[in-house]
């Protein structure tokens, strides 16, 4: 039984997200799985290594499945190339080992969050960005974002309402500025629902000044969602790469890479 590895990158805009949802088509998943069913004459089941909500972009979703039909790589690539829409782009693919999975295999995340913090006009960027005028202090969203680095429980950043753990680690924290755009790059071992849109709003209601640096690490307690900033829109939210164990890599089939890299 053939296992696959697939790297895409897509426009979420007009996505209700990547899960398949019964009352839709217009998700990312079920829009992959569709076209991998015309290829195989079967149904597919797709692994997503996240579910990115409505409207979350993503330039290095990683997908995996197993089929019991065995189609080259190469094929299946120009395949999913020549029939997935125009928002929807399929980078590489490759076999994988046989326990490899697309979420359960992954060790790291990471996505950036984009703001545009003028009035120009950003009208080519307008589906990327969230557009929130204003001055923001780099040194002070520094200072909150070295406190939020670490392992800590997120609960209070996230809009989880469950029993289970709210447990994660932030490796990385990264606060840049690209002429008019602010970006925020955070990397962990896995994110919960809604965190970086809530750990990006809390850092910019600090960065105009309206909360001190250090009530970010009041935040990683488990306390209330009520603590923490507000929630920026999905638009602004990218998935920008997600990494495996090195052996998970060494150990793939296939000798020759497909496609390019991320």
Known sequence: ???????????????????RLPDTEMTVQGKLEAILGRCFGSPVEVQGSGRTDAGVHALGQVASFHTDRDLPPG???????????E??????????PPRFHARLSAVEKRYRYRVWTTQAPCVFER?????????????AMERAAELLE???????????????????TLSRVEISREGDE??????????????????????????RGDRPP??????L??????????????????LMEVRYPEPEEKESRGKTRIGMKV
């Open 150 to 168: 670490g392992t800590h429980d997120f609960r209070a950043c996230s809009a989880v309402k469950t029993k289970k753990s709210t447990v994660r």
């Open 221 to 238: 307690t488990g306390g209330p969602r009520a603590a923490a900033g507000f929630t920026v829109p999905a638009k602004g939210l990218c």
């Open 75 to 85: 094929e299946l690539l120009a395949a999913l190339r020549r029939w997935l829409p």
């Open 1 to 19: 039984m053939p296992s696959y590895k697939l790297t895409l990158q897509y426009d979420g805009s007009r996505y209700r997200g990547w899960q």
């Open 214 to 219: 250090e009530s970010a690490g009041e935040l």
């Open 127 to 139: 589906r990327f960005v969230y557009v929130l005028p204003g001055e923001y202090s780099i040194p």
């Open 182 to 207: 602010l970006r925020f790059d955070f990397t962990g071992d896995g994110f919960l629902h809604h965190m970086v849109r809530i750990l990006t709003g809390t850092l910019l209601e600090i960065g």
């Open 87 to 96: 928002d929807i782009g399929a980078v590489s693919l490759d076999y994988a």
